[in-house]
């Protein structure tokens, strides 16, 4: 656990990851609707973009959730409540 941060500094970088988490998502998205459209009755495919798309929504509520943290707590200890 990190024993002193810039708590500004902190959000700013979990802004980041969101950010690129939202663009690795839809490059995801663009290429499977570019690449596979036409084969995505096969249920395999669609588990798998299924679960990707899970996987990226999750990523961007913890990361939504650091940066609410990060700029709303108060000095001390409460701003590293979800940074693990």
């Known amino acids: 656990m990190p024993a002193h941060v810039k708590g500004r500094l902190l959000g700013a970088m979990f802004s980041l990851t969101l ?3 939202a663009i690795v998502m839809f ?3 663009y290429i499977t609707f570019r690449e596979y459209y036409q084969n995505f009755s096969c249920s ?3 588990v ?5 798309l899970f996987y990226f929504f999750s990523l961007s509520a913890l ?3 650091n940066i609410i943290v990060n700029f ?3 000095e001390g200890g ?3 409540l979800a940074v693990q």
């Open 72 to 74: 709303t707590a108060p």
């Open 44 to 46: 395999l495919l669609t």
């Open 27 to 29: 490059i995801m998205v």
């Open 78 to 80: 409460y701003q590293f």
């Open 63 to 65: 990361a939504a959730v």
């Open 48 to 52: 798998f973009y299924r679960d990707g």
């Open 19 to 21: 950010c690129s988490v």
